[in-house]
């Protein structure tokens, strides 16, 4: 069985995963975004990592708590871990790692393609050394297919898989600003090792742990649903238009008489009748036969941004938001980071939290589910190796075998 949550992480007996532990492998975004997830129900998560740096987000950048403080994609991903360092190149660390493992519930990799056999903890490996732990491997481009070798990041992935194509404007292509396939795959995997730990006590007797095989690109293809759909039954690649949607119209971002820019959307016939006569007093474009549908005005939608963006001008954001929401139609403000930050709806709403980190305390954003009886952990987010030498005491490893193993290789530093 599992080993219990350590206090490290500041775990509760009433967590829904109280008593699950997870072991990991892990680095950038993917797979510790699915760790983090399972950590915030309440999830051990032990967090192997090489002793010479680690998860190579933690040298991203160093602006939190910083200069000389911790990389931005590191904290945000790596809340309530446990880090132990050991050296899978070393006979004696592979040993360490297969004790741990021992004790796990589920392993998530994601490693470069084909490491996890080479090292021997494959999920074909896992099911004959460690039949009750899930394997869950995360890469790029899934096996067996042409590009399935080729390295894989948030990047490469959103323009392999389209998503690039369809943001931005037209000649003039971008990346979505989050790191969208490797949050939804990590989203994904936790999701996967949450329905298998459900079904696990209908498992037959004896029965392996089934394996979870991720890759990013099947992922944002998924993710990529309604463009896909939309051009393979029509054969089209829909033109991307900046702060809009090619689906509906009228939908976009317009400048305001005060220097700020309102986002307003319609998503049926019955509001773009109250944008029309209610909010750009325009009764003669309501009854345009031109804008009757949503596909004639998609079709003709430059008529309709222009009339609503000359509206827009003549007035204040405060006014448009007003206006807007007497007539029950969607709109919001156009936000810079830096405002989402100091935004008054997280305040209001008590979303930020205090979490420690080996720099010093920082706020970070309370995870999105709000659960009644439950509130997140939100533990520390680990120095490189801080709990080597508690975890590896709980395997019964008396202090002078650690430092032996310490001494030879097998194990991170001391940490300090």
């Not at 699915?34 to 950590?39: G, I, K, P, S």
């Not at 943001?167 to 949050?183: E, I, R, V």
């Not at 009339?307 to 156009?334: E, F, M, P």
């Not at 980190?357 to 970070?364: D, L, M, P, V, W």
């Amino acid at each position: 069985m599992p080993a219990g949550r350590s206090a490290a992480t500041g775990g509760s007996s009433t967590a829904p995963l109280a008593g699950i532990t997870i072991v990991a492998m892990e680095q950038a975004v993917a797979a510790p975004m699915c760790t983090r997830v399972l950590a915030d129900f309440g999830a051990r998560v032990i967090k192997v990592e090489n002793p010479r740096g680690g998860d190579f987000a933690r040298d991203y950048d160093d602006v939190v708590n910083g200069p000389g403080g911790l990389a931005a994609h590191f904290v945000w991903c790596n809340r309530g871990k446990e880090s132990v360092t050991i050296n899978t190149k070393s006979a004696a660390g592979m040993d360490l790692l297969h004790r741990l493992l021992d004790r796990a519930d589920a392993f998530v990799s994601n490693l470069a393609p084909g490491a996890t056999a080479r090292l021997g903890i494959s999920a074909a490996d896992l099911a004959v050394r460690h039949p009750d732990v899930i394997p869950v491997e995360i890469d790029g481009y899934g096996p067996g297919g042409p590009i399935s070798h080729k390295r894989a990041y948030d990047l490469l992935v959103q323009a392999e898989a389209g998503s690039c194509a369809v943001t931005g404007y037209p000649d003039m292509p971008a990346k979505p600003g989050p790191a969208m396939a490797d949050f939804t795959t990590g989203l994904y995997a936790a999701i996967s090792i949450l329905a298998l730990l459900v079904g696990r006590g209908g498992r037959p007797e004896g029965a392996t742990a089934p394996s979870v095989e991720l890759s990013l690109f099947d992922v944002m293809t998924d993710v990529m649903g309604y463009a896909l759909t939309y051009t393979q039954h029509t054969g089209i690649n829909q033109q991307p238009l900046g702060v809009s949607s090619p689906a509906v119209a009228p939908y976009g971002a317009f400048p305001t008489r005060d220097g700020q820019t309102v986002v307003l959307g319609t998503t049926n016939d019955r509001e773009w009748q109250r944008v029309a006569r209610d909010i750009i007093e325009r009764p003669d474009l309501a009854e345009d036969p031109r804008f009757s549908t949503n596909s004639d005005r998609c079709a003709h939608r430059d008529v309709l941004d222009e009339a609503i963006g000359t509206w827009c001008a003549q007035h204040d954001l405060a006014h448009i938001q007003k206006v807007a929401d007497d007539a029950g139609i969607g709109n919001s403000r156009y936000n810079l980071p830096s405002e989402v930050v100091v935004h008054p709806q997280l305040t209001a709403r008590d979303r930020w939290r205090t979490v420690g980190t080996s720099k010093g305390e920082i706020s970070a954003l309370r995870p999105p589910p709000v659960i009644s009886d439950y509130e997140q952990p939100m533990g520390a987010v680990p120095g490189l190796g801080e709990h080597t030498d508690a975890v590896l005491a709980e395997l019964g490893l008396a202090v002078d075998e650690i430092a032996a193993l310490r001494s030879e290789g097998a194990i991170g530093p001391v940490y300090s």
